[in-house]
């Protein structure tokens, strides 16, 4: 008999797995808040019966990811890890400290078949889905690791969050559970390239999740260049999308810029940027780009960085420069994955 893995359920869900097998329904919360302290053995449910925790034994198991690698900077606190997942693929994750406490930033696909033209985590398409638990796994992997408790969740790892909508739902109803995570959406970050139809769903979900908005091009023509999402969604229906997303969840908006050499860096991008985005309730992270060899793209220069962020802060646009967490062991999302297969490979 196939045992019923228990990570990734909602707490109702459990309930009703417990239901099928006579058990209360407090039973399935002491269950569900063993899970997310990480506990991955029921006879070490210490508040279980000796009888339940047989049954469970016999019909339910409790899946956990693996670090396969991590890469410790010397600079600051951040790691970033490699994940063994259960069918031997691999999604990257990083752990960055800041004054207010750990965030953790997560992948929702294994690779990604947006096919950003600046994105290592795109180069070998999309494998498959991570499940909610496998994402919910991510999490209790950096909190066991560290032993600290992860405050903050950003899912902007290896690929579109949006596009595997289920069980991104599911993962942010564990984060905001009290007897789980119990992090507040408001410090919950979901990113997306662009896929208007499922921001307004997320806009109608009723959960005020901060929505960061992968953006990296002020006009149409470049970002089709850069993001193939913007020939099916182009910009001005991403905005629309976005004003959107604002008016129902009172949220700010972020918007990603990962500033390109000679590409998207000139002072008439930033220009065209501060018209496009002027009056809209947004931020601007500026992303210095963190180089990918297989790609040809270079990191924007100091001097251009600082030029770009001038002209949007002197149009009144809220913005900063993201400072470069782990410079030391800098990878640009989905670097540390495909470096890895190619080692795996030769
Ligand atoms: S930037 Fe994000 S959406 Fe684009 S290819 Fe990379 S992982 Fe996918």
Redesign the pocket.
């Known amino acids: 008999m196939v045992k019923k893995n228990l990570k990734g359920l909602t707490l109702q869900e459990l309930e009703e797995f417990m239901a099928t097998l006579g058990e209360p329904a407090y039973r399935a919360r002491q269950v569900f808040k063993w899970i997310y302290k990480g506990v991955t053995q029921f006879d070490s449910m210490t508040d279980l019966p000796k009888s339940l925790i047989k049954i469970l034994n016999d019909k339910a198991c409790i899946s956990m990811i693996k670090i396969y690698k991590k890469f410790e900077s010397a600079l600051d606190k951040t790691v970033k890890y490699v994940f063994l997942l259960e069918d031997g693929n691999m999604v990257e994750g990083v752990k960055m400290e800041y004054s207010f406490g750990v965030s953790a930033c997560v992948s929702s696909q294994v690779g ?5 033209a ?5 180069i070998g398409g999309m494998v498959r889905n991570l499940s909610g638990g496998e994402m919910a796994d991510e999490v209790l992997a950096i909190e066991k690791d560290t032993g600290k408790k992860v405050s903050r969740v950003v899912i902007m ?4 969050p949006l596009l595997n909508y289920d069980e991104l739902i599911r993962f942010l109803s564990l984060l905001n559970s009290p007897l789980a995570f119990n992090i507040s959406f408001r410090r919950i970050t979901v ?3 662009g896929i208007v139809p499922e921001i307004i769903r997320l806009a109608d979900e009723g959960i005020p999740v901060t929505l960061a908005v ?1 953006l990296h091009a002020p006009d149409d023509v470049l970002r089709n260049r850069l ?1 193939p ?1 913007n020939r099916i969604y182009p910009i001005l229906q991403l905005l629309d999308a976005c004003k959107y997303y604002i008016i129902k969840t009172r949220r700010r908006i972020t918007f990603e810029y990962a500033l390109i050499s000679q590409v998207n860096d000139t002072q008439e991008c930033a220009r065209k940027l501060s018209m496009l985005l002027k009056g809209l309730l947004c931020h601007v992270n500026l992303i210095p780009l963190n180089p990918i060899r297989e790609k040809g793209f270079e990191k924007s220069k100091p001097d251009r960085v600082a030029a770009f962020e001038k002209i949007l802060s002197s149009s009144g646009i809220s913005t900063t420069v993201r400072r470069e967490m782990g410079a030391d062991i800098e990878a640009a ?2 670097q540390l994955r495909r470096s890895i297969l190619d080692e795996v490979k030769e």
Do not use: L, N, Y
């Open positions: 990604c078949r947006m096919g950003c600046f994105c290592a985590s795109t790892g290896s690929g579109e990113s997306t390239c992968s993001m999402v999302c989905g």
